[in-house]
């Protein structure tokens, strides 16, 4: 049952909050166009009170899990004193009481990781996550797009935009590819497995599901999650050949190799015929130009603006006026950039120092258990590649909340306390018929 509360959060972060589903706004004035989850949150009372009860929720079911869930905390101390420098910079934040109210929000994308973690069976909770994300999300923003004005927004040009159950055509691509690398994770697994009990039925739901995925992610026409599906199928789907797994040093070459080929393509030239053909100019829509303009605009290169805030600071407000044709924007579209407006050099760092920690762990994990650890180092390597173009580390993001399963889940892996089915026989066979070592066999009454 905990399962639902990080598919009812995930459900309204990668569409809309449930005041827009309801028709309420509680704003002077509601603008589609320029509208972002973070905005509605902070104005509407309704909202504040669903993620409150969600999160007040999770933390109690996280605290009969308290032994379980201190021991990932503590394997995971980037994240703690990212989010503690995160505290730390609300007293310089020109709005303290908003700084801190978005940075407990934030506290909520942890709780809802963990929960999925601690679950008894997490990779059978990831695989429900997966398909009730999916089985929702997915046909009602088919239909939406086909049959309701409420699926499409416009940009400042008039043009006409897919949007589904999402107020953003890029929110709908980026939640579209996390679901959809899940999805492809599944389908492989189960293809591959003939004796699993209801493999034809799950195999059909699992196909169904893929295709309405890749439909939508079509529909969305987002170019930085079309590159990001198709990086993140290639290394879930490589990681699982037989040569990779026999030799798991070989999964850094294929990581090194996708950056290489990267760069080399950037230094020949060639980055004008990617961009081109992943649908954007060759100055990435204008993100280019944002990047050039916002750096200058950061009141505190050492320490930023303070958590989530520099938007709502006048030095914000300096940039929009003198760059209009930007038209008002509320975020720097590159996760490095956005996060040293925010925090500042020291934020970048720590960041830098999650997403090194992560992929060591990671391939730490690919070593022990490939089926798992795949899909994880495809998901932090889609993080780090998303927030080339998009804020991908904001808090209440679905891209943010990917990463941090990405390094929880692996950190379970490594402890010993989450592994995929082959790993799970092994177990078995080595401990005469138990999932566990002599040590971590449960009594009763005790959590798994």
Request: proline share 5%.
């Amino acid at each position: 049952m905990a399962l639902w509360l990080p598919v009812i959060w995930l459900w309204i972060l990668g569409s809309r909050p449930v005041s827009l589903w309801l028709g309420i706004w509680f704003g002077a004035e509601f603008d589609v166009a320029s509208f972002d989850v973070q905005s509605q949150l902070d104005g509407s009372p309704l909202d504040a009170l669903v993620f409150a009860v969600l999160l007040f929720a999770g933390i109690f079911v996280l605290a009969r899990r308290g032994k379980r869930t201190g021991s990932l905390l503590l394997a995971n101390l980037p994240i703690i004193i990212y989010f503690g420098f995160c505290f730390v910079s609300i007293f310089w934040s020109p709005f303290p009481e908003v700084a801190f109210k978005r940075w407990f929000k934030a506290i909520g994308d942890v709780v809802m990781v963990l929960i999925i973690v601690t679950e008894a069976d997490p990779i059978s909770a990831l695989r429900r996550l997966f398909s009730r994300l999916g089985f929702v999300l997915m046909p009602a923003s088919i239909l939406l797009i086909r049959y309701s004005p409420l699926g499409h927004s416009w940009d400042p040009n008039g043009n006409s935009l897919n949007t589904g159950v999402t107020t953003n055509k890029n929110t709908l691509g980026l939640i579209t590819f996390l679901i959809l690398m899940g999805t492809v994770w599944s389908f492989r697994d189960l293809f591959l497995s003939k004796h699993q009990p209801g493999r034809s039925r799950r195999l059909i739901a699992q196909g169904t599901l893929l295709i309405f995925s890749l439909i939508v992610l079509k529909m969305a026409h987002s170019a930085t999650s079309i590159a990001c599906f198709a990086l993140g199928t290639f290394l879930i789907l490589i990681t699982g050949t037989r040569v990779i797994k026999r030799r798991p040093v070989a999964v850094h070459a294929v990581i090194l190799g996708t950056l290489l080929a990267g760069g080399l393509t950037m230094f020949l030239g060639g980055e004008d015929l990617v961009v081109h053909a992943l649908g954007r100019e060759s100055n990435l829509t204008g993100r280019s130009d944002i990047w050039a303009a916002v750096i200058p605009a950061c009141p505190d290169p050492l320490m930023g603006a303070g958590f989530e805030s520099f938007w709502i600071t006048p030095s914000a407000e300096e940039f929009n006026l003198k760059w209009p044709k930007f038209n008002k924007i509320n975020e720097a579209h590159n996760g490095y950039i956005e996060t040293y407006l925010n925090l500042g050099f020291i934020g970048l760092f720590l960041i830098a120092w999650i997403l090194i920690s992560g992929y060591r762990r990671a391939t730490a994990a690919f070593r022990q258990d490939p089926e798992i650890g795949g899909l994880m180092l495809a998901y932090l390597a889609t993080a780090a590649f998303y927030s080339i173009t998009e804020a991908g580390f904001r808090m209440l993001m679905p891209m943010w909340i990917f990463l941090l399963l990405a390094i929880f889940t692996s950190t379970g892996v490594v402890r010993g306390y989450i592994f995929s089915r082959e790993p799970r026989l092994r177990r078995v066979r080595a401990t005469g018929g138990s999932d566990f070592a002599p040590s971590q066999i449960p009594t009763a009454g005790s959590r798994i």
